[in-house]
């Protein structure tokens, strides 16, 4: 079955269940139909075109922006969605008990249980990887049809927009969320379904990942050493850009306290890697990649433990008698 109708077959089903947003990959590919290639044209207009460093012709509707703003969109709104249903899914998860019996209360009984959580996090996994390969596939035509890398360009373009679905935090959330639930599998016995089929937790030369192969043509690494402290991240968070630091770190590099939080920073402050501004109020804890670091990393997580909960007493120390000297005017 070509790749279109699969995609198009799928989106239909879950239409039926969630009507989630899709690429619009028919729509996109009838678009590329209506482009030529550039050694189909007369002499004269091939010659015009190559002297602009243009391979369509004139009045092309990829060219003339019609491709890559639908396209860009189209991503938006998938990875918004994408974004929205896992932190759902992953808070439910970490919900106390209190929250779990509202929900099933409020008759949500299936996203309650084990069963229905993995459930919705396979649906949210496929979704993610069936849209990345739409993506893929839609650019790599665009390329073979103009003979051009305007598409691999949008793609590097995308990435630093951060609307890649495969660079999401809470697809990484998902990865850690799948690899605690196997973990709590093995220790109270039970034998459930999983998310991913290859997603694992390793050392590499003495480097932390987390590693998922979900299919055979993608891969997602995920380096988890903090570039600020040069060790395994801490308490992770994940900036808006998609680098993930040490809570502690990151506000050190926002230059605001642990009290005021990184909602508090600065907007000009930048990412240390990347050098994005903005970056700090939108970041997202990585709270199951954080039990899943605890779970692994058992001896070095207390230690840090210790020495971050010296850290942070001593700022909101420093912090407090700043205030109250502020108040008394001492």
Known sequence: MKFCKKYEEYMQKQKEKKNPPGVGFKKLKKILKRCRRRDHLPARIASISQQHGNNCPRECTVCDGTFFPELQKEMEDVVGWFNENARKLLELHLASSFKKCLTWFRGNHSKTSHLGLIQEGRDLVNYALINAVAIRKILKKYDKIHESSQGQAFKTQV???????????????????????KESQKESGAVLASLFGGCSF??????????????DSVKV??????????????????????HIYC???????????????????DPSEKCPLCREVCVYKGAVHLDELSILLKRSCREYWEERRKTERAERLQQAKEYWDYQCRSFTGI
């Open 159 to 181: 990435q630093k927009m951060r609307i890649e679905i495969l660079q999401s935090p809470w697809l990484c959330e998902l990865m850690a969320f799948h690899i605690n639930l």
């Open 202 to 215: 390793i050392f590499d030369d003495g480097k932390p990942f987390l590693s998922c192969e979900l299919s």
């Open 221 to 242: 690494d995920i380096d988890l050493t903090c570039s600020i402290c040069l060790d395994t991240v801490f308490d992770p968070i994940s900036l808006t850009c998609g």
């Open 247 to 265: 809570y502690m770190c990151a506000c050190s590099a926002a230059s605001v306290n642990v009290v005021d939080g990184l909602k508090a920073a």
